[in-house]
């Protein structure tokens, strides 16, 4: 077998891009879509037919090195709606009570959540989607963050869960909780009570409205239970959140990302605006601008 200097020196690019980034062996062949196995045979200069994955590997490298220059988006900053989560997080966690965060999509909410995690170890997040929108998916879920064997009657992981819980100190933050129905959310209900911990469930408009249930006598045990709520909307940001979030920009570049933080679009948009335009080497008004109709974003 003859090893050529392009197999060196992609075996030295591997090698490199490992140490640079932390990147572990079987991360890196997980990547390329191959076995650790055959990754390890390349980098000993041992695999049968390497130049089948010079292209891969060529590839691999050249997008990573494109993702470590490519622009960031901001981050995390304690913005007015921010804030207004986190500190309903904090009094649930304090208190050991149920709290409720709802309103517009991309206003923050869950980067509010990823800080808090941060921040408090001890809090467990579990982020629903339609595919766990049942009782036993969110017990699923919290058993999986909590580190309890899954699999089994939701009976026995309830219990468990809740052994895991009482006198710990924890909080339970649900993220994109209008996914849930009315008896996953009295099961959630029912844990944070019997455990004694804090429960905040964060979503859009249609969790809120589901628990209120419109005055129906079965949603009142749930509903009472709600000791802090907090409607998020995208219409109150305020202009004093895009300096602390765009604090190098000029006040009429800022004042038009407030006007898309205000819309739908929200933050996000907002972001997403910034972030392809400095990608696009122009972060001027004009280049924003440009960026949002191309983004096919009004503001």
Same mark, same amino acid.
């Given at each position: %077998? ?8 992609? +075996? ?10 932390? %990147? ?14 055959? =990754? ?15 292209? $891969? +590997?060529r590839a691999f490298l050249t997008v990573d090195e494109a993702r470590e220059v490519a622009p960031q988006k901001p981050d995390f900053v304690h913005t007015s709606q921010s804030q207004?989560?986190?500190?309903? +997080? ?7 009570? =149920?709290?409720?965060?709802? /309103? ?39 058993? $999986?963050?909590?580190?309890?064997q899954e699999g089994r009657s939701i009976r026995r992981m309830y219990e468990e869960i809740n052994e895991k819980l009482v006198e710990s100190g924890r909080v339970i933050i649900v @993220? ?14 029912? +844990?944070? @009570?019997?455990?004694?911990? /804090? ?10 409205? #589901?628990?209120? /249930? ?26 004093? @959140?895009?300096?602390? =979030? ?15 933080? #205000? ?37």
């Amino acid at each position: %077998m003859v090893v050529t200097n392009e197999w060196l020196e992609l +075996i030295q690019a591997i090698k490199d891009h490992m140490e640079k980034t932390g %990147m572990s062996q079987s991360g890196v062949a997980r990547a390329l879509g191959i076995s650790p196995a055959a =990754l390890s045979q390349f980098l000993k200069e041992t695999y049968p037919s390497p130049h089948k994955l010079f292209g $891969k +590997i060529r590839a691999f490298l050249t997008v990573d090195e494109a993702r470590e220059v490519a622009p960031q988006k901001p981050d995390f900053v304690h913005t007015s709606q921010s804030q207004a989560v986190l500190d309903i +997080i904090t009094y649930c966690h304090v208190a050991n009570v =149920l709290g409720i965060v709802y /309103g517009d999509a991309g206003i923050g909410k869950t980067e509010a959540i990823r800080e808090y995690a941060r921040n408090h170890p001890e809090a467990v997040v579990i982020t629903m989607s339609p595919a766990f929108g049942t009782t036993k998916g969110v017990t699923e879920k919290l058993a $999986k963050a909590l580190k309890v064997q899954e699999g089994r009657s939701i009976r026995r992981m309830y219990e468990e869960i809740n052994e895991k819980l009482v006198e710990s100190g924890r909080v339970i933050i649900v @993220d994109e909780a209008q996914h849930l129905p009315l008896k996953a959310l009295d099961h959630l209900r029912s +844990i944070a @009570d019997e455990s004694g911990v /804090g429960l905040v469930l964060i979503g859009n408009e249609e969790v809120y409205t #589901r628990m209120t /249930g419109r005055g129906e006598a079965a949603f009142a045990q749930l509903f009472s239970r709600i000791s802090m709520r907090k409607n998020v909307r995208t219409e109150l940001t305020q202009p004093e @959140d895009m300096e602390l =979030l765009f604090p190098h920009l000029q006040e009429e570049e800022r004042n038009f990302l407030l006007r898309i933080s #205000r819309s739908k679009y929200g933050i996000r948009g907002a972001v997403n605006v910034y972030v392809n335009s400095a990608a696009n080497q122009n972060v001027k008004l004009q280049g924003l601008m440009d960026m949002a109709r191309y983004m096919g974003i009004g503001a």
